[in-house]
């Protein structure tokens, strides 16, 4: 990355926060009459062991779920918004984790592609780290905690609460794990690698009022803005020069890489008191000019892709599905073996094929840039030929 770019990144990063605590003094200024109108919510909205929290996801077209402004008694109408993607969360006891050890304070986890752990007391809701395939794509299985854990609901929440959270985990592994293609690639043999992920938080309740669902039932809800802003780096470490960092020579490299540099996600989420699914959830550009996913309280029954992993089923989920820009295929419960990922067009000819060696879990990303609206059908195949599921993937472009 040239350090123009770097600037670039950290301006834009700051302009960001700084919207928000704009955000946070304008309100703060023109709503103090209408505190007293809007709900609290307490504890009752965190998630406890054995719930099941399902939410549907779409890709809307732009300009078609309208961004409204902060303040107060709000009337927010998505029920013309369609159906779209279903996936469900299973909240399991600790117990079920292979890495319980490593995580002694925790309460209650989640069981996906990997394990993500997490604490729930009186007043906080927190992730505190998770094991499973590393975030570089490299099919490594790791620990990972944060340090220190990283709220992710709180209790009491009303109108104008206003917080700020860091975190940081460091992942370190042998240089013998990656490929020996990228270590070849360096000027000198690492003797391990660490992957550093720093995030930054700003988490303002922005908003309440009224959020009407495509069921046509309506929730009152408190709208809880969050910027985040997580830097992922890569360092290796060699003799005399200890840590050296070599982000940018990985950065574009097959298999791992793409998540590296600075990535700002901005969220609007409602929440309901009493209610463990997010009501509603926008995820906005980096510009805060339209939505990029919507996603919202699921209130039909469905099988649990979760469950799926758990119980031990080979397959693979792409997601986002319908995508723009790009699609992540969750591979999980595969024998070792090389595997293909193959996406066809509607005609049946091959827009895409890439080949990989999976062991258990793993996650490939796929550049659909150059992909046309449509439908495409994507599959799984191992080296005998077997074809471990066909699906669909739509892709939208805007």
């Known amino acids: ?14 302009d960001i926060m700084s919207k928000i605590y704009i955000s946070f003094i304008f309100i703060m200024f023109f709503s103090a009459a209408a505190i007293k109108a809007q709900i609290t919510l ?23 779920i309208p961004i ?17 993607v279903t996936n469900t969360i299973v909240y399991d006891t600790p117990e079920s984790a292979d890495s319980i050890s490593a995580f002694p304070n925790a309460t209650m986890v989640t069981i996906g592609t990997g394990t993500t752990f997490y604490r729930a007391t009186d007043t906080d809701f927190e992730v505190l780290g998770f094991e499973g395939p590393d975030p570089t794509g490299f099919g490594i299985n ?4 944060f340090e220190p854990a990283l709220p992710e609901q709180k209790a009491p929440l009303d109108f104008l609460d206003f917080d700020t959270y860091s975190s940081a985990s460091d992942i370190a592994f042998s240089a013998q794990a990656l490929p020996s293609e990228l270590i070849d690639s360096l000027p000198f043999a690492p003797d391990s690698i660490r992957i550093r992920i720093t995030i930054d938080r700003v988490d303002l309740v922005d ?15 408190l709208r809880q803005k969050r910027v985040q802003l997580t830097e992922s780096r890569l360092e290796v470490k060699v003799p005399i020069l200890d840590w050296v960092d070599v982000t940018d020579q990985f950065a574009g490299q097959a298999g791992g890489g793409g998540f590296l540099g600075m990535d700002t996600t901005i969220t609007y989420t409602h929440w309901a008191q009493g209610i463990k699914d997010p009501i509603a959830v926008l995820t906005l550009d980096s510009k805060e000019e339209n939505v990029e996913t919507f996603t919202y309280k699921s ?5 649990s892709v979760a469950t799926q992993v758990r119980q031990g089923y080979e397959n693979v989920y792409a997601y986002p599905n319908p995508a723009i820009t790009y699609a992540k295929f969750d591979c999980v419960n595969l024998k070792p073996d090389y595997y293909e990922l193959t ?17 258990g879990n793993k996650m490939l990303k796929v550049d659909l840039s150059t992909f046309r609206k449509g439908t495409y059908l994507y599959s799984l195949t191992d080296t005998t030929g077997k074809v471990i599921t066909t699906k669909r993937l739509v892709v939208i472009k805007p």
């Open 1 to 14: 990355m040239t350090q123009k770019s770097l600037t670039l990144l950290i301006t834009t990063a700051q």
């Open 142 to 145: 790791l620990v990972s905690r």
């Open 299 to 303: 209130e039909d029954i469905m099988t």
């Open 68 to 84: 409204t402004d902060s303040g107060d008694d709000q009337l927010w109408d998505f029920s013309q918004v369609g159906s779209g």
């Open 42 to 64: 307490d504890n009752t909205y965190f998630p406890v062991v054995g719930d099941s929290i399902s939410t549907i996801t779409i890709v809307p077209e732009l300009g078609a």
């Open 207 to 221: 908003a309440w009022g009224t959020v009407k669902l495509p069921s046509n039932n309506s929730y009152e809800t």
């Open 343 to 359: 996406i066809y067009n509607i005609l049946g000819l091959e827009a895409y094929r890439e080949r990989n060696y999976i062991s």
